[in-house]
């Protein structure tokens, strides 16, 4: 495996609520965007190499849940729900990896 996959349902209900029925569910599918963050090249063996990968896995969610400075200004629910994004798309790369070190930056980074 040396590409991982950030998954983010950008449907509201998504991140908050699990879906009622087939039909919202294949909504959420249907709303949601990928990226591909590759790994190859690091060593993640190494602590340097999991916080490389953690800054790539932050970097992707940013590029699909939109920019961080956009998480300050109003209206302040469109920014909670990109920061919500932002949170969760970060969470599940990090568990989808399943990488001892790369989880333990993110613990260290999330406290």
């Known amino acids: 495996m040396?590409?991982?996959v950030v998954l983010i349902a950008l449907s509201a209900a998504?991140?908050?609520a699990r879906a009622d029925s087939a039909r919202e569910m294949a909504l959420q599918l249907a709303t949601s965007k990928t990226a591909f963050v590759s790994f190859?090249?690091?060593d993640l063996s190494s602590d340097a190499g999991a916080q490389v990968l953690y800054g790539r896995i932050k970097q992707a969610a940013r590029g699909?849940?939109?920019p961080e400075e956009q998480y300050l200004r109003p209206p302040l629910r469109r920014a909670h729900r990109?920061?919500?994004c932002y949170r969760a798309a970060v969470d599940?790369?990090?568990i989808r990896a399943n990488l001892e070190?790369?989880?333990a930056v993110h613990r260290a980074t999330v406290r």
């Open 2 to 4: 040396f590409a991982l």
């Open 14 to 16: 998504a991140t908050t």
């Open 40 to 42: 190859r090249d690091l």
């Open 64 to 66: 699909l849940c939109g």
């Open 82 to 84: 990109l920061a919500q």
């Open 92 to 94: 599940r790369a990090v």
């Open 101 to 103: 070190r790369l989880t």
